[in-house]
């Protein structure tokens, strides 16, 4: 390959060969632009005159698995039909970068299968350029995401650590995309999102949520005629909150016999009955404490029966079935249960409206485990925005837990 070929294959075909040569490991080319093809990079007319030249180095794909570098003589001009004074244009140089523009999409393929380290390491630059090269990608292609065909949301908030402590998170229910991420929790957290969404013209039809006020509100606000769908796995975790609580004051209230039999019933209480272990004879462990205290027992069964809410032939049926839960559980008279009743009663449209759209915060629990795994792979981001950036492509599978 003759040395005009090589400089072609960088893009860099217009710029004339100076120099080639190995610099401890390290594959350099140098080149300058002929006088013949100056012109300007402002407006792009060839009457310029010369006011010297500045030389750049920027780093190009791999040659033979060393790392490569072109060094470019750019000369300064000045312009007579414009009158400007500016830098020729670098061959195939991204704008302000010191990397070409291959190098940079040669980052962007490698970052599917390797970490940032594995590729500085392997290219020979900074980890910092590689991250910012990913970061200028992913802003690109992902830092806007488009609210126009958006039909069904999940919203909820994650924990990030003692720093920034809570993100609020809003997702495309129908793809699993990170649509909007805003920092802190509540009604507050969700401000920017709705401005955006109103000037998208968005036909929002329902929202899944957990039962906060703030998000209730919030909503009712701003999508006052999209349906709002209470999550059902945020219920049956309060229900099951509310059954432990109920555990713990039986315990502390039980006499020595008792105590023995409740010691490591947690986890039973909280087990779906057909989820229990034959093996360690868990569902007869299980019956026997029930069958030693009634408010346990009471509160078992109702917490098993709660899930027949969402398996009713209709929406008629489920308003029966939950009023007539309520009602069981305030008859028992036992606080705890009655206060879940309340709260249930207190949500029932949102409940109810699950047989309108059956929806749940479901996707929006697998975007949080993948939230997670990405911020244990980097052991946290301190640079917020690029964290937040990895976040709206998580839903893209080249995009996962490399850091």
Same mark, same amino acid.
């Given at each position: 390959?003759?040395?005009?070929?090589?400089?072609?294959?960088? @893009?860099?075909?217009?710029?004339?060969?100076?120099?080639?040569?190995?610099?401890?490991?390290?594959?350099?080319?140098?080149?300058?632009? !002929?006088?013949?093809?100056?012109?300007?990079?402002?407006?792009?007319?060839?009457?310029?005159?010369?006011?010297?030249?500045?030389?750049?180095?920027?780093?190009?794909?791999?040659?033979?698995?060393?790392?490569?570098?072109?060094? $470019?003589? #750019?000369?300064?001009?000045?312009?007579?039909?414009?009158?400007? #004074?500016?830098?020729?244009? *670098? =061959?195939?140089?991204? !704008?302000?970068?010191?990397?070409?523009? !291959?190098?940079?999409?040669?980052?962007?393929?490698?970052?599917?299968?390797?970490?940032?380290?594995?590729?500085?390491?392997?290219?020979?630059?900074?980890?910092?350029?590689?991250?910012?090269?990913?970061?200028?990608?992913?802003?690109?292609?992902?830092?806007?995401?488009?609210?126009?065909?958006?039909?069904?949301?999940?919203?909820?908030?994650?924990?990030?650590?003692?720093?920034?402590?809570?993100?609020?998170?809003?997702?495309?229910?129908?793809?699993?995309?990170?649509?909007?991420?805003?920092?802190?929790?509540?009604?507050?957290?969700? %401000?920017?999102?709705?401005?955006?969404?109103?000037?998208?013209?968005?036909?929002?039809?329902?929202?899944?949520?957990?039962?906060?006020?703030?998000?209730?509100?919030?909503?009712?606000?701003?999508?006052?005629?999209?349906?709002?769908?209470?999550?059902?796995?945020?219920?049956?975790?309060?229900?099951?909150?509310?059954?432990?609580?109920?555990?713990?004051?039986?315990?502390?209230?039980?006499?020595?016999?008792? %105590?023995? *039999?409740? %010691?490591?019933?947690?986890?039973?209480?909280?087990?779906?009955?057909?989820?229990?272990?034959?093996?360690?004879?868990?569902?007869?462990?299980?019956?026997?404490?029930?069958?030693?205290?009634?408010?346990?027992?009471?509160?078992?069964?109702?917490?098993?029966?709660?899930?027949?809410?969402? *398996?009713?032939?209709?929406?008629?049926?489920?308003? $029966?079935?939950?009023?007539?839960?309520?009602?069981?559980?305030?008859?028992?008279?036992?606080? #705890?249960?009655?206060?879940?009743?309340?709260?249930?009663?207190?949500?029932? *449209?949102?409940?109810?409206?699950?047989?309108?759209? =059956? $929806?749940?915060?479901? !996707?929006?629990?697998?975007?949080?485990?993948?939230?997670?795994?990405?911020?244990?792979?980097?052991? @946290?981001?301190?640079?917020?925005?690029?964290?937040?950036?990895?976040?709206?492509?998580?839903?893209?599978?080249?995009?996962?837990?490399?850091?």
């Amino acid at each position: 390959m003759s040395t005009k070929q090589l400089y072609r294959a960088f @893009g860099c075909s217009h710029y004339s060969p100076v120099d080639c040569r190995g610099e401890e490991g390290v594959f350099v080319l140098e080149m300058e632009c !002929p006088r013949e093809k100056e012109c300007c990079s402002g407006c792009g007319s060839r009457d310029v005159i010369r006011r010297g030249s500045r030389q750049r180095q920027v780093v190009a794909p791999p040659l033979a698995l060393k790392t490569t570098k072109l060094l $470019i003589n #750019v000369p300064r001009l000045e312009c007579r039909n414009c009158g400007r #004074v500016l830098q020729a244009a *670098t =061959p195939n140089v991204m !704008p302000g970068c010191n990397h070409t523009r !291959p190098f940079a999409r040669l980052v962007v393929s490698l970052r599917a299968m390797m970490t940032i380290k594995d590729i500085a390491r392997y290219l020979g630059v900074s980890e910092s350029m590689i991250r910012g090269i990913e970061k200028k990608y992913l802003k690109r292609n992902f830092g806007k995401p488009k609210l126009k065909r958006l039909k069904v949301l999940a919203i909820d908030e994650i924990y990030i650590g003692k720093s920034k402590k809570f993100l609020t998170i809003v997702i495309d229910w129908t793809t699993g995309a990170i649509v909007f991420v805003g920092e802190g929790k509540g009604e507050k957290a969700l %401000k920017p999102f709705w401005k955006r969404l109103q000037g998208s013209g968005a036909k929002i039809e329902a929202v899944a949520t957990d039962m906060s006020s703030a998000y209730y509100a919030a909503v009712q606000k701003n999508l006052p005629n999209a349906k709002l769908v209470f999550d059902r796995f945020h219920i049956v975790k309060l229900m099951n909150e509310k059954l432990d609580q109920l555990r713990r004051e039986v315990q502390n209230e039980a006499d020595a016999m008792l %105590k023995k *039999t409740i %010691k490591g019933l947690r986890w039973l209480l909280l087990k779906h009955a057909d989820n229990l272990d034959p093996e360690r004879n868990e569902a007869q462990r299980l019956q026997e404490a029930l069958e030693l205290n009634r408010s346990l027992h009471i509160g078992y069964y109702l917490k098993e029966d709660l899930a027949q809410i969402w *398996t009713q032939g209709s929406k008629a049926s489920a308003t $029966i079935f939950l009023d007539d839960w309520c009602r069981r559980a305030r008859a028992t008279g036992i606080r #705890v249960l009655q206060t879940m009743a309340n709260t249930l009663q207190d949500h029932r *449209t949102g409940i109810l409206n699950w047989y309108d759209y =059956p $929806i749940s915060s479901g !996707p929006m629990e697998g975007v949080n485990n993948k939230i997670g795994a990405l911020q244990r792979a980097a052991y @946290g981001y301190r640079d917020q925005q690029y964290f937040i950036l990895k976040l709206f492509a998580l839903h893209e599978a080249k995009f996962k837990f490399l850091v």
